[in-house]
C-alpha cells in the first residue's frame, strides 16, 4: 500500500544532541511538509520541499534543518539550536493535483530528556 | 496572514447526539477548506473537503459547508458514535497559492463518546 512512513515512532534525546526524523513515501507526490503538534495549539508547520533539491522555511524554522535530495525522502533534524523540542511530529505528502492529497504519516513523537 | 480558529473543546457527547464543531477561517480570496481526524497516537486523515462557496463535503455521516459570507466551515454529524472520539483538525489552503501550498490549521477539538 502507498504511503508515508515516519521513524521512529518514539524517540529520546539529550540536551545538546542532534536528532534526525526520518520520513519516507512512496506515492511519488512532489511536494512533503513537516508539521510540529503541541497540545492544544493545533500543527504547525516548520519546513516543506515541492521538489528535490528546494526547500522552504514555514512559520516556526529556527533549531530544524531539513534535505531533500531524493524525491521519497524528506528528514527532519532537530538541533540543539531547538529550545524547546519536546513535541509530536508530522510529516506529510501532497501530490499538486486537483487541489487535494494531504497525506500524512503516522508521527514521532519526540522527548528530551 | 491566514487563520482558522475552532471552538474550545473538549467537547463530551453521549452516543447519538448531534455534533456540531464550529470552524472560522480568516484568508484572502477563496481557500480551499478541510476537516482531518486523528485518532490517539496516529497522524491525520481527511475527513472531508470543500473547495468553493457553497460546497458541502461529506463523508462517513459527517458534513461542512463552505460559507464564504459568514468564513465558516462547521462540522456536523447527526448521530455520534463511539468511534468517532478523535481530535478533530479545521484547515485551509491559501487561494492564492499554489496546489502544494501548506495548510494552515485550527488548534483542534477532542471529541469524546460515551456510550
Known amino acids: 500500500d502507498g504511503g508515508i512512513t515516519q521513524s521512529p515512532k518514539y524517540l529520546f534525546r539529550k540536551e545538546g544532541q542532534n536528532v534526525t526524523l526520518s520520513c519516507e513515501q512512496n506515492l511519488n507526490h512532489d511536494a512533503m511538509y513537516w508539521y510540529r503538534q503541541d497540545p492544544g495549539q493545533g500543527l504547525r508547520l516548520i519546513y516543506y520541499s515541492q521538489i528535490v533539491n528546494d526547500f522552504q522555511k514555514g512559520d516556526i524554522a529556527e533549531g530544524y534543518s531539513v534535505s531533500r535530495e531524493k524525491k521519497e525522502s524528506f528528514p527532519l533534524t532537530v538541533t540543539s539550536a531547538q529550545k524547546n523540542p519536546t513535541a509530536f511530529y508530522l510529516c506529510?505528502?501532497?501530490?499538486?493535483?486537483?487541489?487535494?492529497?494531504?497525506?500524512f504519516g503516522s508521527g514521532t513523537r519526540l522527548t528530551v530528556v | 496572514g491566514d487563520s482558522v480558529t475552532q471552538m474550545e473543546g473538549p467537547v463530551t457527547l453521549s452516543e447519538e447526539a448531534f455534533l456540531t464543531i464550529n470552524c472560522t477561517y480568516t484568508a484572502t480570496g477563496y481557500p480551499s477548506l478541510f476537516w482531518y481526524v486523528q485518532y490517539p497516537g496516529e497522524g491525520l486523515q481527511l475527513l472531508l473537503k470543500a473547495t468553493k462557496a457553497d460546497d458541502k463535503g461529506s463523508n462517513k455521516g459527517f458534513e461542512a459547508t463552505y460559507r464564504k459570507e459568514t468564513t465558516s466551515f462547521h462540522l456536523e454529524k447527526g448521530s455520534v458514535q463511539v468511534s468517532d472520539s478523535a481530535v478533530y483538525f479545521c484547515a485551509l489552503r491559501d487561494a492564492g497559492g499554489t496546489s502544494y501550498g501548506k495548510l494552515t490549521f485550527g488548534q483542534g477539538t477532542i471529541l469524546t463518546v460515551h456510550p
Open positions: 506529510a505528502a501532497n501530490s499538486g493535483t486537483g487541489r487535494y492529497g494531504y497525506t
